[in-house]
T-cell receptor, first 107, second 115 residues
């Protein structure tokens, strides 16, 4: 069992919809990262969270340390949000990555 | 500020050949790492370094070698390429060594095919 589990694996939405991607982890972590990867492209860091909530534009990330759960929300989704979203958690030097959620936003 | 620069972007190797994937960062980050990304699997750590002269194995180190002679550079060597090493490779860096709580910066990836 992967120590970091994401759901759903695939998500298709219509432009404008509110999106939620979930991440559960079984390891103790000092921080959780949300990453974005466009098809054939590099990986970009969206958020780094150790508690609470962060917001950047239309993206919101939350974390509940007690429940070992984090969510990434996208408000007013747009086709350019189509990408793979990856959560990752760890402590000290090593991060464990989820398998990613493939998001497709149709116009 | 170039961030993390990874080369080559694409490479085809024959089984048994050796090659080096280059990685350089200009942010003076202590921590650098190499990952491979395979379909249906999360990124997996190959090797990492917490500073010049210090390297350690990750989750899938077999068949790979690394060195860290400077803060900026962290090359990954494939000693004798095998088809199982066909993958996309990412180099990453972040500031600090004792915590994972710093922003991670990734290179653009290297697509390697071993035939």
């Amino acid at each position: 069992k992967n120590e970091v589990e994401q759901s759903p694996q695939n998500l298709t939405a219509q432009e404008g919809e509110f999106i939620t991607i979930n991440c559960s982890y079984s390891v103790g972590i000092s921080a959780l990262h949300w990453l974005q990867q466009h098809p054939g492209g590099g990986i970009v860091s969206l958020f780094m969270l150790s508690s609470g909530k962060k917001k950047h534009g239309r993206l919101i990330a939350t974390i509940n340390i007690q429940e070992k759960h984090s969510s990434l929300h996208i408000t007013a989704s747009h086709p350019r949000d189509s990408a793979v979203y990856i959560c990752s958690g760890g402590s000290n030097y090593k991060l464990t990555f989820g398998k990613g959620t493939l998001l497709t936003v149709n116009p | 500020n170039a961030g993390v620069t990874q080369t080559p972007k694409f490479q085809v190797l024959k089984t048994g050949q050796s090659m080096t994937l280059q990685c350089a960062q200009d942010m003076n980050h202590e921590y650098m790492s190499w990952y491979r990304q395979d379909p249906g699997m999360g990124l997996r750590l190959i090797h990492y370094s917490v500073g010049a002269g210090i390297t350690d194995q990750g989750e899938v180190p077999n068949g790979y070698n690394v060195s860290r002679s400077t803060t900026e550079d962290f090359p990954l060597r494939l000693l004798s390429a095998a088809p199982s090493q066909t993958s996309v490779y990412f180099c990453a860096s972040r500031a600090g060594t004792g915590s994972s709580g710093n922003t991670i910066y990734f290179g653009e990836g290297s697509w390697l095919t071993v035939v």
